[in-house]
């Protein structure tokens, strides 16, 4: 060639056959360009050729984009391959032609973190182990495998320790989850936690609500049960004999109260002995309670009877200071003849009584013996200052000031004690009197009670020439009393003058007895 040059129009023209052009920027085959590292289509590319299309990356990644956004990538990973799908929550699914239908054979679902979901079940030709979470690290509720039937997940299989399996029937599901052989149902358990067994291998008996469960060695029924789950009231667990007959019955109520009843009217419910030759506790059908007693009776309704061994009964109690070795604790006992309330500790005995929320100690009997009881009714009382020149008529002593009243029966209003209860009331006065006149007739102490009034007397004028200072006058006596009955006390003087006072220091007591 005269001119070996390349002009730029040369290039701009469309050129059947380059051969050596040196290096070049840009190349564009019809709507094919090649750029850089880049080589770009407007429309589809289809990489047609005789061999195999072999894609070589020595940066061990191949990705795939859409517009420039990455959403699948294939990594040489240490001689091994990584297929990544790296936006967030992005599944990768396994998409096939299932007899010209597009179906979803697998889908790993990124979101629960690379769950595996089959379309059509799996195949596997060796084991399939599933793991939830460390032996080490906490335990997790999480099931490892799911069975579901048309989207709704029937049963979960859960590991929620280290040492449990658990199957979990799912509630909206509504099934019952069997246990079978050879076909033929031999355990069921439905979704509201009910027992369902076979029956001489029959695996449903009865209504939807009533189940029947037997326990079989070899041939021979041992024990059959009958299991109604319908109705809390009917329902539960009901043991039967062969003939049909109905024993007692564990079921529950409204109150979620746990059960156990006969079933007959009139039938007991009792625990046996080992040996089956004695009832060691029993309940009738009137609710009376025997312990190593199969009749319990009393004269009083609802009674807990205790049969003991010979002469002899008791209950013991017993706490953590106690301990429970023979000897120790309190003993609530009976011999042949009499009833013991035995304190086996260094202590007391005592007794509490209302009011009710707040009973209060009525009774104490301490480790030497002595007896208390800080409710019994008792008091003395006197006058809160000199009863001046007593009028010589009928006049009531004005007892006022308790110097105690251990249960508050003492009115200071009116000066009179109030019996609490019917009973025995010793009742004592002493008066401490002064400035007698001895020209009075006499001195009389009338003790008005509500049943009938006692007397005291006595003649001023016996006492010699002048007007004694002073004079002592006592009485002591037990009277009946019934409850709200009351007593109080009246001097007397008849003739003289009003000069006589009680010195504030005369006294008066109460207590019940008997």
């Known amino acids: 060639m005269a001119n070996t040059k390349v002009k730029a129009e040369q ?38 050729v005789a061999g195999d299309i072999i894609l070589d990356a020595d940066g061990g990644n191949i990705y795939f984009k859409d517009g420039g956004t990455e ?80 989207g709704v997940i029937d049963y979960d299989f859960t590991f929620p320790d280290t040492g449990t399996i658990q199957i979990g029937v799912s509630a909206s599901s509504n099934k019952e989850l069997k246990l079978v052989n050879a076909g033929s149902g031999m355990f069921g358990l439905n979704v509201a936690g009910h027992t369902l067994p076979a029956v001489n291998n029959t695996y449903s008996l009865g209504s939807s609500s009533l189940r029947y469960y037997q326990v079989w060695a070899g041939t021979n029924m041992i024990s059959p049960t009958y299991i109604a ?50 009832n060691l506790f029993t309940i009738t059908d009137e609710g009376n309670v025997g312990l190593n007693e199969n009749t319990p009776t009393s004269y009083y309704s609802k009674t807990f009877q205790i049969n003991g061994s010979g002469n002899t009964s008791a209950i013991k109690l017993t706490n953590t200071s106690t301990g429970n070795e023979n000897g120790r604790g309190m003993d609530i006992a009976s011999d042949t003849t009499n009833l013991r ?124 020439d002048g007007d004694p200072s002073y004079w002592d006058m006592s009485w002591a006596n037990v009277i009946d009393m019934d409850e709200s009955d009351d007593v109080y006390f009246q001097l007397v003087q008849s003739g003289g003058a009003a000069q006589q006072n009680l010195d504030q220091h005369s006294t008066a007591s109460f207590a019940l007895i008997a």
Request: some cysteine; hydrophobic content about 35%; overall charge negative.
């Open 341 to 464: 309330i035995v304190n086996r500790e260094v202590g007391g005995i005592e007794l509490y009584t209302g009011p009710v929320g707040s009973p209060a100690l009525g009774f104490s009997l301490d480790t030497n013996g002595h007896v208390r009881m800080p409710k019994q009714s008792c008091a003395m009382v006197q006058l809160s200052t000199n009863q001046q020149n007593m009028a010589a008529t009928v006049v009531t002593i004005q007892f006022n000031t308790p110097r105690f009243d251990q249960n508050s029966d003492f009115n200071t209003s009116n000066y009179k004690f109030v019996a609490p209860t019917t009973g025995k009331y010793l009742v004592t006065v002493n008066l401490y009197m002064n400035n007698i006149d001895n020209a009075a007739a006499y001195y009389q102490l009338y003790i008005a009670s509500s049943n009938r009034t006692f007397y005291t007397i006595f003649d001023p004028s016996g006492l010699g």
């Open 229 to 278: 789950t319908g109705n809390v009231v009917t329902g539960g667990y009901q043991l039967t004999n062969t003939g049909g007959d109905g024993k007692p019955a564990l079921t529950s109520d409204a109150n979620n109260w746990t059960i156990i009843r006969p079933i007959i009217s009139g039938a007991d419910v009792a625990v046996n002995n080992f040996a089956n030759t004695a």
């Open 71 to 150: 959403f699948l990538e294939f990594e040489q990973d240490s001689g091994g391959c990584t297929i990544r799908v790296d936006a967030s929550n992005t599944d990768l699914k396994f998409v096939g032609n299932d007899g010209g239908s597009a179906i979803t054979a697998l889908t790993l679902d990124m979101s629960d973190a690379g769950g595996a979901i089959f379309n059509a079940g799996g195949s596997f030709g060796g084991q399939v182990t599933a793991t939830r979470f460390d032996a080490a690290t906490a335990s997790t509720t999480d099931p490892v495998l799911q069975l579901t039937d048309t």
């Open 11 to 48: 290039l701009e023209a469309a050129q059947t056959n380059i051969t050596s052009l040196g290096t070049l920027t840009s190349l564009t085959v019809d709507d094919i360009t090649i750029n850089g590292s880049t080589i770009s289509d407007g429309a589809d590319l289809t990489l047609d």
